[in-house]
């Protein structure tokens, strides 16, 4: 085989087009600050157009998916399994598609966090999101891991990556029940529909932070493979 054709099959890594993908991922999720600030505001006309600018990140996320799957190389020199890549990106994508929902359904019913929450529910967005943050950090040590054969302490740091993105999934937790006592007290001052919403909300944004966890579980299951 003529050398500039092994060398073209190693130079189709799918590592960066992945970090890529991560990378606009956390630009559609990172939004949901603005929004909520937004609506909290009550300035629908400032969340409608952050609406529409993480639907559109939302989208652009689903191309580079679309874009990895049918340019990801079969062939023998794939560093890491093509199976374990592809749900890899499709665990994470799963993350611009929940920002998506979340902005969507909190926009068309014009739905605001009461005000003796609203601090709390900053925090615990703020939060869901840093456990996004931390999936795109452990994302980005592929290039490392990948040079390294996925050997070495690199193996290790990238395992303390994962595990510190579960204690950030156990806080998310611990302040999504705060949050949901908090409401249970002050839920029959509202429209009963609204504070099955508000749940909802809290559901929702949480599970960003349970997404995010389960893109390090697919990176863990890789280096126990390699």
Not at 35 to 45: K, L, R, T, Y
Not at 78 to 103: H, Y
């Amino acid at each position: 085989m003529p050398v500039n054709t092994i060398m073209g099959l190693f130079a189709k890594s799918p590592i960066k087009p992945l970090q890529r993908h991560v990378i606009c991922v956390n630009e559609c999720c990172s939004l949901l600050i603005p929004f909520f600030e937004a609506c909290s505001n009550d300035d629908w006309e400032t969340a409608g157009e952050l609406r529409e600018q993480i639907s559109h990140l939302e989208k652009e996320a689903d191309v580079l998916k679309r874009e990895i799957r049918l340019k990801l190389p079969r062939g023998l020199f794939m560093p890491v399994d093509r199976g374990d890549m592809l749900e890899l990106l499709t665990q994470q994508d799963k993350l611009a598609n929940l920002a998506k929902d979340i902005s969507g359904r909190v926009y068309g019913r014009e739905l605001q966090i009461p005000s003796s929450m609203q601090k709390g529910f900053v925090e615990y967005v703020i939060r869901c999101l840093d456990a996004a943050k931390q999936a795109q950090k452990v994302i980005n040590e592929l290039d490392e891991l990948l040079e390294t054969g996925f050997k070495g302490r690199e193996v290790t740091l990238v395992a303390e990556m994962i595990h510190q993105l579960d204690i950030i999934e156990d806080d998310t937790d611990a302040l999504q029940v705060v949050l949901c006592q908090q409401l249970m007290v002050i839920e029959s001052k509202y429209n009963p529909i609204d504070i099955m919403f508000l749940y909802k909300i809290l559901e929702w944004v949480g599970g960003i932070a349970d997404q995010a966890q389960r893109v390090g579980a697919r990176l863990e299951l890789m280096l126990s493979r390699s």
